[in-house]
């Protein structure tokens, strides 16, 4: 190690989650409007085999750019993107065609996707774009596509930086909406401007590094970044994890330096019973004893608190929207370390609802903590439904990959909107079966085990104990906190995968 690199480590670490705490993502403005104005590059929606031409261009200059998007053979179908040169006339020096095939038929998410293929095409150095969204005809589709792709960009503008000593300027470019209803696409805009602000945090928390992301370190990023909203937060420490007799979550940071805590934040929009949204923040997986001795299995073992960044995110989304919803997220933070003091496999501890679990195998440390999760979020708070959200199994990356969460469910009302939000979103959720796995976590020395076969049922049921009678959803979100390379509404790195889709449930369900 060179000493320039060396010094740059003790720089991080020394100074790192002070600027983390305070990242506004985003350097650019949106603005709605029906006014029109000169741009460097201007993007025009265009439904499929319609014809690119406005009144205020004169008939050589329509004739022009048509001919142009013929020769590139741009119809206007969905998520087509085409760069043309402008020719004089067209208030810009660049064109881009964008696509929006039948704009009646056009999903939400299919809008977000593309913006953000937009935001990936566009010279992130223009300092005004114009987006043309006239042709689209109906002014309330128009506003509401608008809007969606607004949010698709805003999505992939996003970057987690702060370990860049040089880092790439963000982009500053203020993007200009010509619409004729400015008035409703900015009221979309804004829900989703919420949103956004909700999946970057959890962004921020799911990227952060397991030296620098610890239990309390997560704690104070979740109380800054929600610090101007109408939530309630309740910390508690990890004297009190033990003293309330939280076994499970206390053991998961047996050998570390860093305490377990469990962190409560509560938006109470509405006087329904509240769901309560646990989330895994187990923020650094080694595995304990039962160590991952495999490179690949270890690395990224940081994006192991993703379900926590969910959670938050998605209370941060609701309450910025001020929507009308009785939400509460619980996020049980641990840190899986190895020391003489660590948890052994074959230990027996006893839960908050006291429960003796045989823990078989310290790897197995999300459920520990998500079981004293679901018992705290019954006991305080007295849910209507449960959700947990977790990256919980290795199992679940190999049943589904990265394109589905695992759900599991105990109510059906419950898994149907959950599926359903997954659909509106574009994170997507595929059933896995659980009522034939009876007697999976049994164990011949304590109450129940804490690992058995399948993995990713053995997890759920393991859940589903500690959930109680209280309706219960669980999403395995293994394999979906990270992307290796930008890919859609993703800039590479952490997706905060779940923020979407659990604040479309919550605001759907009745
Ligand atoms: N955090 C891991 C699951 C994981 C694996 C997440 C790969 C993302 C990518 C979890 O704590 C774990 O280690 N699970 C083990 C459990 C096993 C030891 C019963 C697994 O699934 O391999
Ligand atoms: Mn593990
Ligand atoms: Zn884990």
Redesign the pocket.
Same mark, same amino acid.
Request: proline fraction near 0%; avoid cysteine.
């Given at each position: 190690m060179s000493l320039k690199q060396f010094v740059g480590a003790v720089t991080l670490s020394s100074a790192l989650v002070a600027p983390a705490l305070a990242d506004n993502h985003l350097h650019t403005s949106t603005v709605f409007s029906d006014q029109n104005k000169n741009s460097e590059t201007r993007v025009i929606f265009v439904p499929e085999d319609q014809n690119i031409s406005f009144s205020n261009w004169s008939s050589a200059v329509n004739n022009a750019v048509s001919r142009a998007a013929a020769i590139e053979e741009f119809t206007g179908k969905a998520a087509q993107l085409t760069s043309v040169v402008a020719p004089e006339g067209t208030q810009a020096n660049h064109l881009l065609l964008a696509g929006v095939g039948n704009p009646a038929e056009m999903s939400r998410f299919e809008a977000e996707k593309l913006g953000a293929a937009i935001a990936a095409a566009l010279n992130s150095e223009s300092e005004t774009v114009v987006f043309d969204t006239r042709l689209i005809g109906n002014p309330g589709l128009a506003a509401e596509i608008s809007a969606r792709a607004a949010h698709g960009i805003d999505l992939r503008n996003y970057r987690f930086d702060r370990y860049q000593s040089e880092p790439e300027a963000r982009p500053q470019t203020t993007y200009h909406w010509l619409v004729n209803s400015p008035d409703s696409a900015e009221k979309h805009y804004q829900a989703s401007r919420a949103i956004a602000e909700g999946v970057f945090v959890a962004r921020d928390i799911t990227a952060l590094p397991g030296s620098d992301g610890y239990p309390k370190a997560i704690v104070e990023l979740a109380q800054e970044a929600m610090k101007d909203l109408d939530i309630e937060i309740t910390v508690v420490t990890p004297e009190q994890v033990e003293k309330m007799g939280m076994g499970l979550l206390h053991s998961v940071s047996q050998g570390s330096q860093h305490g377990s805590y469990l962190l409560a934040a509560h938006y109470k929009g509405s006087n329904d019973d509240p769901v309560a949204l646990v989330g895994k923040g187990?923020t650094f997986?080694t595995?304990g004893y039962?160590l991952?001795t495999s490179s690949s299995?270890i690395v990224r073992?940081q994006?192991?608190k993703a379900g926590a960044g969910a959670v938050i995110g998605t209370v941060m989304a609701l309450a910025a929207q001020k929507a009308p919803v009785n939400v509460v997220a619980v996020a049980p933070l641990s840190h899986n370390l190895i020391s003489g003091s660590a948890t052994l496999p074959g230990d027996v501890v006893k839960a908050g609802d006291g429960t003796l679990v045989e823990i078989v195998?310290t790897?197995?440390?999300?459920r520990l903590i998500l079981g004293d999760g679901n018992w705290y979020a019954n006991d305080t708070y007295q849910p209507r439904a449960i959700a947990n959200i977790a990256?919980?199994?290795?199992?679940k990356?190999r049943a589904l990959g990265n394109e589905y969460g695992a759900l599991f469910a105990s109510d059906k009302g419950l898994r149907d909107s959950i599926i359903k939000a997954g659909e509106t979103t574009g994170e997507k959720v595929w059933e896995m079966p659980l009522d034939a796995y009876e007697g999976i976590i049994d164990s011949s020395l304590a109450d129940i085990r804490n690992?058995g076969s399948p993995?990713v049922q !053995? *997890?759920a049921a393991f859940l589903k104990h500690f959930a109680g009678d209280t309706p219960w959803v669980h999403v395995d979100m !293994? *394999?979906d906190?990270m992307v290796s390379s930008a890919t859609g509404i993703h800039p590479a790195g952490p997706t905060g995968y779940g923020v979407r889709l659990l604040t479309e449930w919550v605001l759907q369900l009745d």
């Open positions: 187990n997986d595995g039962n991952k299995s073992m994006t192991d195998n790897d197995a440390e999300g990256t919980l199994t290795g199992s990356v690992i993995g !053995a *997890g !293994a *394999g906190a």
